[in-house]
């Protein structure tokens, strides 16, 4: 069984982080950061230890963070299109 498979079954959900932070040597400007990792809900255990490291090693000061996490596992979402394309 695969690692995140694993995760999964223990709770663990596809987690995104937008992160907003100054620009060290242009504090008046904003920096966009997206992480996303399998995180555990609503801990965040994972997103955590990575915005200590932020704050402890990185020079661009956090201006805010937004969060968002999938539903756990569910069957994959399949559709007919009702078309059909060739290719030659």
Known sequence: ?????????RGY???????????????????TFLW??????PEFPELRRFLDFWKREIEGPLHSV?????????PVDLRYTGAELRLH
């Open 1 to 9: 069984m695969s690692s995140d498979l694993a995760l999964q079954l």
């Open 66 to 74: 937004t969060v968002a996490a999938g539903k756990l596992i569910r």
């Open 36 to 41: 996303q990792k399998l995180d555990l809900v």
């Open 13 to 31: 959900r596809l987690t995104t982080a937008h992160i907003l932070y100054h620009m060290p040597d242009q504090p008046g400007l904003l920096q």
